[in-house]
């Protein structure tokens, strides 16, 4: 079990430039969640999914986009990066059913990708 | 909307004292809550959680806090510092309405001194 796995671990993009954030999970969770921590901010939820297929808007998707086509994998796109985008970005997973009653609601983190844009 | 407010940036104790890191909830509804720990150029570590039933959890590492609803408050304690304590601390919050959307505070730096 390699849990959650995040690539890159660390990135430098050039203001307008793309790129997407890997993240991919091997517990078979229904839920998974993109959050970018900034110093004095905490954690801010980009995006999140409870399922293939379905997605939804957290605190702070503007600039993102994710799409869910596996249960696996889960990742985010940065179509025209910006300064303001500088941060850490961490991808989250949880199991949803109650299958599972003491690991569920409990959000397992990857190592996180260290994002800079200039 | 949710909500979630860690009142200090930085809680400072003297190992072997108790420690408290602070927290404050806003949620529609009863609240799922949560404490996460991240140590350096880590991630989040799940470290207890409070769903329903009695408002003294205990988690990992001997941390326990106690869900206070009156008080919207969910307070993380451990009657023993230890310097490998030392991290930041993270309180999450989650209405238990069904959804998934899960809100983090701001973090509280934990340091504990030898």
């Known amino acids: 079990n390699a849990g959650v796995t995040q690539t890159p671990k660390f990135q430098v993009l050039k203001t307008g430039q793309s790129m997407t954030l890997q993240c991919a999970q091997d517990m078979n969770h229904e839920y998974m969640s993109w959050y970018r921590q900034d110093p004095g901010m905490g954690l801010r939820l980009i995006h999140y999914s409870v399922g293939a297929g379905i997605t939804d808007q957290g605190e702070v998707p503007n600039g993102y986009n994710v799409s869910r086509s596996t249960t696996e994998d889960f990742p985010l796109r940065l179509l025209s990066a910006a300064p303001s985008q500088t941060s850490v970005y961490f991808c989250?997973?949880?199991?949803?059913?109650?299958?599972?009653?003491?690991?569920?609601?409990?959000?397992?983190f990857g190592a996180g990708t260290r994002l800079s844009v200039l | 909307a949710q909500s979630v407010a860690q009142p200090e940036d930085q809680v400072n104790v003297a190992e072997g004292n108790p420690l408290t890191v602070k927290c404050t909830y806003s949620?529609?509804?009863?609240?799922?809550l949560f404490w996460y720990v991240q140590y350096p150029n880590r991630g989040l570590q799940f470290l207890l959680k409070y769903i329903t039933g009695d408002n003294l959890v205990k988690g990992s590492y001997g941390f326990e806090a106690e869900f206070n609803k009156s008080q919207t408050s969910f307070h993380l304690k451990k009657p023993s510092a230890l310097v490998s304590d030392s991290a930041l601390y993270f309180c999450a919050v989650r209405a238990n309405t069904g959804g998934f959307k899960t809100i983090f505070g701001a973090g509280t730096r934990l340091f504990v001194k030898a």
């Open positions: 989250a997973s949880s199991y949803r059913t109650g299958s599972h009653p003491l690991a569920k609601n409990i959000q397992y």
């Open positions: 949620v529609s509804g009863n609240p799922y």
